[in-house]
């Protein structure tokens, strides 16, 4: 088997959760998850710097798509429109993974040092679409309206992750209620004097 083979690293994510299901993040060895992908711990370690990395290697790309989506968004839409169709996009892009999208998330719901990291990713989340609204709106606007999407997204990503069909549409319905809350009455005693 050739080192760089096409799907290694699907593949050791794939052993990765089982084993991390099966028997817990810090109960697994990277030496267990290469075994159980039919490959050597060497070629683990080259895939991945350590065993968290195999739940968030596509972090990058997740970051990088949100972005570019945002900047194409907004030549057409408002910036809030332009972030909740790019989350709205990511979403679908979610469900396409199905179970593994669910099970991952449960791995990372059980173990604290996942969720902290969970929260790194979707600070720097925040940071990166604050930087590219910026383009359109003053910087404190900007970094108001990322972090309002961000969290908008968390909403919709936890209520739907157990069923990733439903992502969109749940990304959809926290988008829907981030407006209700921000427009209507309700939200008076949190206005300024």
Do not use: C, N
Request: hydrophobic share 50%; no cysteine; proline share 3%.
């Amino acid at each position: 088997m050739g080192r760089w083979q096409p799907g290694t690293a699907d593949r050791l994510a794939a052993a990765a959760l089982e084993l991390f299901a099966e028997r817990g993040f810090e109960r697994t060895t990277a030496a267990e998850i290469a075994a159980a992908a039919g490959l050597t711990e060497r070629t683990f370690f080259r895939y991945f710097a350590d065993k968290k990395e195999v739940l968030f290697f596509g972090q990058d790309a997740f970051v990088e798509s949100i972005v570019a989506d945002v900047r194409a968004g907004l030549s057409i839409r408002s910036p809030s429109s332009a972030l909740e169709a790019a989350f709205i996009a990511a979403a679908a892009g979610f469900a396409e993974r199905g179970a593994f999208v669910a099970e991952r998330q449960r791995v990372v719901d059980a173990d604290e040092s996942l969720r902290e990291r969970e929260l790194l990713k979707m600070d720097r989340l925040g940071r990166a679409v604050a930087a590219e609204l910026t383009a359109v709106l003053p910087d404190g606007d900007a970094e108001v309206l990322a972090e309002a999407g961000v969290a908008a997204f968390k909403v919709g990503f936890t209520r739907g992750h157990q069923t990733p069909d439903r992502l969109p549409d749940t990304i959809r319905e926290a988008f829907a209620a981030l407006r209700r809350v921000v427009s209507d009455g309700r939200t008076r005693s949190l206005e300024a004097p």
